[in-house]
């Protein structure tokens, strides 16, 4: 293998840049050169590829966001969207691709290898940490750290003024933000989508704390209730309780990348490479007890990932 391309797909998430660090390092310590491809899918389709050195990979390492781009692209998830894009990438004479991402881009990379046999290894690059086959993905502590960080200054105008706040935050269909952001940040509730929602049992926290103490509610998006707005909503009608309401939003997506993801994409992206030149291929490289593992990019979506038991029970005890 003597040419690879590297990309980033779907939600951007900090650490990305570093991974793209690693692998063109990486790459180039073992005689491989490396393109990037701009955009995501939709740029491979374009074929919007640029040459990576050690020059264009300088100062990447503390970089949120991705200098790559990203997208989240309809026409990759077509068969003739694809095909086109393995045909770029054969003009380019790419042997080899890493993808970071979640579990949109990992569906893509598994249709191209079984479609046009052009070997790929994923890394698991997204916020939400809901991939199988990792403890954790790139970007998941940086957002944990920022919404806590956000969630310390609510407390302090919650506390002041013992109001009932209600703050959702990213994750999708997972509830690991939301949890370890919600001990952290010493919740008196925390709503995720693993768990059964009970609204009375709130309510009895909010009794519990009283009016001149504040209550915080982390609410995790995919929560079978609803958002945060579904929440304040039934707080008041059904038990005439005013809460606040902050979503936290994109803010989780950005920032400089923590110590811990910097280390995990200079680590992936390093173990990615070297699973392309093993002979790897529809494989994502993540990290289970400090080992690098290798799952099946299909088992990364199909496989559920659930919340440590502990930390459930965890958030009632401290609650
Ligand atoms: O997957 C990362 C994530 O930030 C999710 O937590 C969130 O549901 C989604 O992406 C938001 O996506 P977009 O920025 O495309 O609205």
Same mark, same amino acid.
């Not at 990305?16 to 990037?36: P, T």
């Not at 077509?78 to 579990?103: F, V």
């Not at 992936?268 to 494989?283: E, N, P, Q, S, Y």
């Given at each position: 293998?003597r040419k690879i391309?590297v990309?980033?797909?779907?939600?951007?998430?900090?650490?990305?840049?570093?991974?793209i660090?690693?692998v063109?390092?990486?790459?180039?310590?073992?005689?491989?050169?490396?393109?990037?491809?701009?955009?995501?899918?939709?740029?491979?389709?374009?074929?919007?590829? #640029?040459? #990576?050195?050690?020059?264009?990979t300088?100062?990447?390492?503390?970089?949120?966001?991705?200098? #790559?781009?990203?997208?989240r692209?309809?026409?990759?998830?077509?068969?003739?969207g694809?095909?086109?894009?393995?045909?770029?990438?054969?003009?380019?004479?790419?042997?080899?691709?890493i993808?970071?991402?979640?579990?949109g881009?990992?569906?893509?990379?598994?249709?191209?290898?079984l479609?046009?046999?052009?070997?790929?290894?994923?890394?698991?690059?997204?916020?939400?940490?809901?991939?199988?086959g990792?403890d954790?993905?790139?970007?998941?502590?940086?957002?944990?750290?920022?919404?806590?960080?956000?969630?310390?200054?609510?407390?302090? !105008?919650?506390?002041?003024?013992?109001?009932?706040?209600?703050v959702?935050?990213?994750?999708?269909?997972?509830?690991?933000?939301?949890m370890?952001v919600?001990?952290?940040?010493?919740?008196?509730?925390?709503a995720?989508?693993?768990?059964?929602t009970?609204?009375d049992?709130?309510?009895?926290r909010?009794?519990?704390?009283?009016?001149?103490?504040? !209550?915080?509610v982390?609410?995790?998006?995919?929560?079978?209730?609803g958002?945060?707005?579904?929440?304040?909503?039934?707080?008041?009608?059904?038990?005439?309780?005013?809460?606040?309401?902050?979503? #936290?939003?994109?803010?989780?997506?950005?920032g400089?990348p923590?110590?811990?993801?910097?280390?995990?994409a200079s680590r992936?992206?390093?173990?990615?490479?070297?699973?392309l030149?093993?002979?790897k291929?529809?494989?994502m490289?993540?990290?289970?007890?400090?080992?690098?593992?290798?799952?099946?990019?299909?088992?990364?979506?199909?496989?559920?990932?659930?919340?440590?038991d502990?930390?459930?029970?965890l958030?009632?005890?401290?609650?």
């Amino acid at each position: 293998m003597r040419k690879i391309a590297v990309f980033t797909s779907g939600g951007d998430a900090p650490g990305m840049n570093a991974l793209i660090r690693a692998v063109v390092r990486g790459a180039l310590s073992k005689g491989i050169e490396v393109y990037g491809v701009l955009g995501g899918y939709s740029g491979m389709i374009e074929g919007n590829m #640029l040459k #990576l050195g050690k020059k264009e990979t300088a100062n990447l390492i503390s970089l949120g966001g991705t200098v #790559l781009k990203t997208s989240r692209s309809k026409e990759f998830m077509q068969k003739g969207g694809r095909a086109a894009a393995a045909e770029k990438l054969k003009d380019y004479g790419i042997e080899g691709i890493i993808a970071c991402g979640g579990d949109g881009t990992f569906h893509g990379a598994h249709d191209i290898w079984l479609e046009h046999q052009i070997p790929i290894v994923g890394t698991p690059g997204t916020i939400d940490n809901d991939l199988y086959g990792t403890d954790y993905t790139i970007g998941f502590d940086t957002a944990i750290n920022t919404a806590a960080e956000a969630i310390d200054k609510i407390r302090d !105008t919650a506390d002041s003024h013992g109001r009932v706040f209600i703050v959702e935050v990213m994750g999708r269909h997972a509830g690991f933000i939301a949890m370890d952001v919600g001990i952290s940040a010493g919740a008196e509730f925390i709503a995720v989508p693993e768990t059964v929602t009970n609204l009375d049992q709130l309510y009895q926290r909010i009794l519990t704390q009283g009016k001149q103490q504040r !209550t915080i509610v982390i609410v995790g998006e995919g929560d079978e209730v609803g958002g945060a707005n579904t929440f304040a909503q039934i707080l008041k009608e059904r038990y005439e309780i005013d809460a606040k309401v902050t979503i #936290l939003g994109h803010i989780q997506r950005g920032g400089s990348p923590t110590v811990r993801d910097r280390v995990l994409a200079s680590r992936l992206g390093v173990a990615a490479v070297d699973a392309l030149l093993a002979g790897k291929t529809d494989v994502m490289v993540g990290e289970i007890n400090s080992e690098i593992v290798y799952t099946p990019l299909e088992e990364t979506w199909t496989k559920r990932k659930p919340i440590n038991d502990y930390l459930i029970l965890l958030a009632d005890i401290l609650t």
